[in-house]
């Protein structure tokens, strides 16, 4: 198999960032911010406030602001980042995608699962992908650009203000695994974490227990995550427990090998006190034979880690499927039984292309008035138009 082309940090990843937004700045920045505006200090509080406990973006609807200032206030510091072009939703409206535009054109998409004691955001944190997986829908389009801090909070407070009128429940926890590679965008990523975990009214106040960053297994990444006392969970995407065929599965994996993307895996979890998810997409008769999970066994064997199994999502154009389910009980049963704790992801999302790996946005090349926008890769080569 020709190795297909990786493209880890492209000098034009940053291009077409948009304007700062509030979210883009910590407290202290927003203070600065709002002095350079001729504010007094205090307004940062109240415009926090305004944005991570109410969820409120339009600022006309600040009334505590003086009207006076009101416009400078949005054209400085509240950018429209996203414009929802599509929504879809299954699982009786308990799973909901969202296709954002962003200012420059760019789609990406978020999904709100709601569960009966949590709701769960999926986010982006890259137009694109520029990884390369080639089971991935995401990965086949090649990375568009780096989100900026603001546009991933913004997923994440739109999310909870969704999740609080469809009546899914408060928003709690937050996994990077929609677009991107989260750790390719490092410093706009950790500034997210940091808006979504810091106390009110700096940031969302959620819970760093309950987010969830995914990787690919940038080791160097992985490393300087360990050192921001961040303690998110970390996911890494392992899908195979030997180079031969993670190499191709992951081309990462030919930069970064499997043993040193667990080292790295391990001191994370060791300094967090955090246990390591380990993603493994179950493919039919390319990574799912027994003596992979006797493999996988024996490099988890007595770690911190516990497994999570991903039924595969065919995307259109692979030649590849989901393992049967009487192969993927018996890869769990091998796991348990050296006892690393192991459990199969359920596929939510599935009919509305909303599950791991299909999310794919992209613009229709040959509408270019913008009028409408097609979902590609939806199952089976179907294709839906969305007005807007
Ligand atoms: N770039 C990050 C986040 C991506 S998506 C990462 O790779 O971890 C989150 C998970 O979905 C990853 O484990 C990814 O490998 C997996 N995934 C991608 N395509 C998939 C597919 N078609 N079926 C099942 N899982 C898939």
């Known amino acids: 198999m020709t190795m297909p082309a990786l493209n880890l940090s492209p000098a034009k990843a940053n291009r077409s960032l948009p304007s700062r937004h509030l979210a883009d700045l910590d407290l202290a920045q927003r203070r600065e911010a709002v002095a350079e505006l001729g504010e007094p200090a205090f307004r940062a509080n109240q415009l926090s406030h305004h944005y991570f406990a109410r969820r409120e973006t339009d600022v ?39 296709l954002w535009r962003l200012h420059d054109g760019s789609l990406v998409e978020s999904v ?24 991935c829908a995401t990965g086949q389009a090649g990375l568009t650009r780096n989100m900026s801090t603001a546009e991933i909070v913004e997923q ?16 709690s926890h937050v996994v990077f695994m929609g677009m991107g590679e989260p750790l390719a965008n490092y410093s706009r990523l950790v500034a997210a ?63 970064w090998k499997v043993a040193e993307v667990l080292d790295s895996a391990w001191h994370y979890a060791k300094r967090t006190g955090r246990r390591v998810s380990i993603e493994y997409a179950m493919i039919r008769d390319v990574n799912d034979q027994p003596w992979r999970a006797d493999l996988l066994g024996r490099l988890l064997k007595g ?14 154009g ?34 509305i292309d909303g599950a791991c790996g299909q999310l794919a946005a992209t613009q229709r090349s040959d509408d270019p008035q913008g009028g409408t926008e097609e979902l590609a890769h939806a199952p089976r080569g ?7």
């Open 60 to 98: 006309s609807a600040m009334t505590d602001l003086p009207a006076a200032s009101r416009e400078r206030l949005a054209e400085a510091l509240f950018p429209r980042l996203l414009t929802s072009v599509h929504q879809a939703e299954c699982d009786d409206g308990t799973t909901r995608k969202t």
């Open 382 to 388: 179907e294709s839906r138009k969305v007005a807007l």
């Open 193 to 255: 974490l940091r808006r979504i975990t810091s106390p009110a009214p700096e940031g969302l106040g959620l819970s760093a227990r309950h987010i969830t960053v995914s990787t690919v297994g940038l080791v160097p990444a992985i490393r300087r995550l360990t050192e921001e006392d961040l303690s998110v969970t970390l996911a890494v995407s392992l899908h195979a427990p030997d180079d031969e065929l993670r190499d191709e599965l992951v081309p990462i994996n030919n930069r």
């Open 112 to 135: 709100l699962m709601g569960y009966p004691q949590r709701a769960t955001v999926c986010v982006s944190s890259q137009a694109g992908c520029g990884m390369a997986c080639p089971f």
């Open 303 to 316: 770690k911190l880690a516990h497994v999570n199994l991903i039924p595969l999502n065919p995307t259109p």
């Open 156 to 171: 994440v407070v739109s999310a909870a203000r969704l999740s609080d009128e469809a009546g899914l429940g408060r928003l």
């Open 318 to 351: 692979s030649r590849w499927d989901a393992s049967p389910k009487d192969v993927e009980r018996e890869f769990v049963a091998r796991l348990r039984a050296v006892g690393v704790p192991t459990t199969v992801r359920d596929t939510r999302g599935r009919e």
